[in-house]
């Protein structure tokens, strides 16, 4: 009989962004922004429990309001290395001991729920696969799972130990891990222009504007639902779009993500 795989998800959040300080905790809706996060992925078909919901923060006093923020929720807590994303996941992963991780950042409110199950139910159904990501959403709703198994790799391959920014591509691009892109199922899922993460006070009204439109206590609301009211409201778009091209340099130039692969040679991966 086949083991039952043990299903878990890895949010990482720090509370001193530069930009946009203690994000995870501004209030929409009368709720931390994490927790309409933490309604998304408590969605999903595929885990079982909130305690299998894990926000990896850091061991700075900083977070320690997080930390008890995410208890209050229901939701587990672990802290682990600040800037070392991949070591903070592993030292996570030996404490829960999941076989699959579904892995949202936590900049990401509107993360969506359907292709967070897709993302894992493609890893349950090809045992060859590292990790599976989806891709052509709009930015700020992808999402990815990824294997223990897959975590492991990296663990024992990666050298660049301040992998904040771009540990995901780890999964995703490196030649140590076969992933599978998933695409939008339905044209209705795609709009390019549109930036949904949290890293300004720009994508704050943005999300402002979003969740006072469409937020019900105790409903989460879809991606076709955001889109469709974007394209209604596109004066709500504008708000941040200028945004991504800066968001977007500032994260080529600091990122630095290097591989040892199976011939032992150093390799970069880039945006």
């Known amino acids: 009989m086949e083991t039952k795989m043990k299903i878990g998800s890895f949010i990482p959040i720090r509370l001193d962004s530069e930009r946009l300080p203690e994000k995870a905790l501004k209030i929409i809706n009368g709720r931390p922004v994490v927790y309409h996060l933490l309604d998304r992925v408590a969605a999903s078909k595929n885990l079982k429990s909130l305690r299998d919901i894990v926000v990896c923060t850091t061991h700075d006093p900083l977070d320690d309001q997080l930390a008890t923020a995410v208890a209050d929720y229901g939701a587990s807590i672990f802290r682990g290395d600040k800037l070392d994303l991949i070591k903070r996941f592993k030292d996570a992963a030996d404490t829960f001991g999941f076989d699959i991780i579904l892995q949202i950042d936590g900049d990401d409110p509107l993360a969506d729920t359907e292709y967070m199950d897709l993302t894992i139910n493609a890893l349950l159904k090809d045992k060859t696969l590292d990790a599976a990501v989806t891709k052509d959403l ?78 019900k206590p105790g409903k989460v609301f879809g991606l076709e639902e955001i889109i469709k009211f974007l394209k209604l409201n596109p004066h709500i778009i504008e708000i941040n779009k200028g945004l991504q091209e800066s968001y977007m340099s500032r994260s080529r130039e600091i990122l630095n993500i290097e591989y040892r692969n199976y011939n032992g040679y150093t390799e970069r991966i880039e945006l």
């Open 138 to 215: 709009p930015f700020g709703v992808n999402v990815k799972s990824f294997t223990r198994a897959a975590l492991e790799k990296v663990y024992n391959h990666y050298q660049s130990k301040n992998n904040d920014t771009g540990f995901g591509l780890y999964f995703i691009k490196s030649k140590i891990c076969k992933c599978l892109e998933i695409f939008p199922s339905k044209k209705e899922h795609r709009l390019e222009k549109a930036r949904l993460t949290l890293d300004y006070q720009e994508d704050l009204e943005v999300f402002e504007e979003i969740f006072s439109a469409l937020y």
